[in-house]
T-cell receptor, first 116, second 113 residues
Framework: GAGVSQSPRYKVAKRGQDVALRCDPISGHVSLFWYQQALGQGPEFLTYFQNEAQLDKSGLPSDRFFAERPEGSVSTLKIQRTQQEDSAVYLC??????????????FGQGTRLTVV | AQSVTQLGSHVSVSEGALVLLRCNYSSSVPPYLFWYVQYPNQGLQLLLKYTSAATLVKGINGFEAEFKKSETSFHLTKPSAHMSDAAEYFCAVSSYGNNRLAFGKGNQVVVIP
């Protein structure tokens, strides 16, 4: 596709359930980011991949959050034993450059996770 | 640590009037600054970015922003608001050695006919 694709668009999970959120970046983009956007807030950084290497996971809020990008393209964000405070929109972004902070990041539409 | 501050979560502006969204940043190293727009049910879209080439930056849809180091600001303006400008606007900062984006809380812009 032409842009960053995320699936599912909406996910309702019961508290304690595990969820997996998928991101298909723009083809050829080496950098991939995950952000969490709580209601009424700006996106907050979760983790960063350069190809398949996870170079920064300092934003992951707990060890229940895990991300992977095994082949350097599609990425999955997994949340184990979901809790109500995990309810948010999860955004994925990709960019063509490595280590260039002035490069445009292209965002997907996000996955809205609601934990009930 | 880098951060940006956007005041006033909701901004109402009359159609045809000036749009002004304020952004102040905090960064210990030269910053790269961005404005993103988010339309309903769409992803964040880049409006414009400051990368030190010029302090006055022009973006899409008639928006522009001016980098003022002395004021640590990067305010977004548009001379004449259009109904299609109704959206949420986010200011963000990054820098070398830290290419993640740090976002402000955003401004929800409402355009009044």
């Amino acid at each position: 596709g032409a842009g960053v694709s995320q699936s599912p668009r909406y996910k309702v999970a019961k508290r304690g359930q595990d969820v997996a959120l998928r991101c298909d970046p723009i083809s050829g983009h080496v950098s991939l980011f995950w952000y969490q956007q709580a209601l009424g807030q700006g996106p907050e950084f979760l983790t960063y991949f350069q190809n398949e290497a996870q170079l920064d996971k300092s934003g992951l809020p707990s060890d229940r959050f895990f991300a992977e990008r095994p082949e350097g393209s599609v990425s999955t964000l997994k949340i184990q034993r979901t809790q109500q405070e995990d309810s948010a929109v999860y955004l994925c972004a990709s960019s063509a450059e490595i280590g260039q902070p002035n490069t445009e990041a292209f965002f997907g539409q996000g996955t809205r996770l609601t934990v009930v | 640590a880098q951060s940006v501050t956007q005041l006033g979560s909701h901004v109402s502006v009359s159609e045809g009037a000036l749009v002004l969204l304020r952004c102040n940043y905090s960064s210990s190293v030269p910053p790269y600054l961005f404005w993103y727009v988010q339309y309903p049910n769409q992803g964040l879209q880049l409006l414009l970015k400051y990368t030190s080439a010029a302090t006055l930056v022009k973006g899409i849809n008639g928006f522009e922003a001016e980098f003022k180091k002395s004021e640590t600001s990067f305010h977004l303006t548009k001379p004449s608001a259009h109904m299609s400008d109704a959206a949420e606007y986010f200011c963000a900062v990054s820098s070398y050695g830290n290419n993640r984006l740090a976002f402000g809380k955003g401004n929800q812009v409402v355009v009044i006919p």
